[in-house]
C-alpha cells in the first residue's frame, strides 16, 4: 500500500492549458502539503492544509488552487499553465506538531510546452 | 526567518570513503531536524531525524547529531557504498512547515 500516492507521475501540456495533480494519503495524518521543486532541485513549500483547511500559502500566484475534500486528499489545479510551471510537485502528509518528519509521494513532472 | 543551509555540491567520492555533508540553520524557536534523501527519480525518503539538542539520529549507517550551541546538524557516514549515489536534503521542522536546504548530490564512483 503506497503511503502518500499522487497521480498522474508524468504531465506534459501546452502554454496556457489548465491541469490538475492528485494526492492521496492513507496514513490518517492530519496535514498535507504540496512542494514544488525546481530544475536545480531546490524544494519550496507551496502550500499545506489541516484537517481541510488552509493553512499556508507561500505567496503562489492565484493560477493554483489547492482542493481539499477531505482530510486524506489534497488536489492541486492550475490554470492558464506557464512555461515556468515546469517542475516536479511533490504531495506530502504529518500528522501533529511534524516532529516526526514528513512523507512524501513520488512527485507529478509537470512539463509545459 | 528559519532557514537551512548545506554545503555546496557536487560531491564525489569513491566507495568506503568517510562521508560529511554540512549542513548549518537559522531558527526562531527549537526546530527538529531531518536528512532526506531522493534517489534519482524518485521522491523524498526520511533518512533520519532528531527532535532536541544532542540527539543522535541514524538509519543505514548515517548519523547526524543536533548540535544547538553550532546550529548544525551534519550528516557523516563511515564507509559510503556506490548505491548511497542520491540528492541528500538537510530540513527543519517549525511551526506547521518543512523547510529545506538547496540539497548537495552525492556520487560515489565505484
Known amino acids: 500500500d503506497t503511503a502518500v500516492s499522487q497521480t498522474p507521475k508524468y504531465l506534459v501540456t501546452q502554454m496556457g492549458n489548465d491541469k490538475s495533480i492528485k494526492c492521496e494519503q492513507n496514513?490518517?495524518?492530519?496535514?498535507m502539503y504540496w512542494y514544488k521543486q525546481d530544475s536545480k532541485k531546490f524544494l519550496k513549500i507551496m502550500f499545506s492544509y489541516n484537517n481541510k483547511e488552509l493553512i499556508i500559502n507561500e505567496t503562489v500566484p492565484n493560477r493554483f488552487s489547492p482542493k481539499s475534500p477531505d482530510k486524506a486528499h489534497l488536489n492541486l489545479h492550475i490554470n492558464s499553465l506557464e512555461l515556468g510551471d515546469s517542475a516536479v510537485y511533490f504531495c506530502?502528509?504529518?500528522?501533529?506538531?511534524?516532529?516526526?518528519?514528513?512523507?512524501f509521494g513520488s512527485g507529478t513532472r509537470l512539463t509545459v510546452v | 526567518g528559519n532557514s537551512v543551509t548545506q554545503m555546496e555540491g557536487p560531491v564525489t567520492l569513491s566507495e568506503e570513503a568517510f562521508l560529511t555533508i554540512n549542513c548549518t540553520y537559522t531558527a526562531t524557536g527549537y526546530p527538529s531536524l531531518f536528512w532526506y534523501v531522493q534517489y534519482p527519480g524518485e521522491g523524498l525518503q526520511l533518512l533520519l531525524k532528531?527532535?532536541?539538542?544532542?540527539d543522535k539520529g541514524s538509519n543505514k549507517g548515517f548519523e547526524a547529531t543536533y548540535r544547538k550551541e553550532t546550529t548544525s546538524f551534519h550528516l557523516e557516514k563511515g564507509s559510503v557504498q556506490v548505491s548511497d549515489s542520491a540528492v541528500y536534503f538537510c530540513a527543519l521542522s517549525l511551526v506547521q512547515k518543512l523547510v529545506f536546504g538547496q540539497g548537495t548530490r552525492l556520487t560515489i564512483n565505484p
Open positions: 496514513l490518517g495524518h492530519d496535514t
Open positions: 506530502a502528509s504529518s500528522q501533529g506538531e511534524n516532529r516526526d518528519g514528513y512523507t
Open positions: 532528531a527532535t532536541k539538542a544532542d
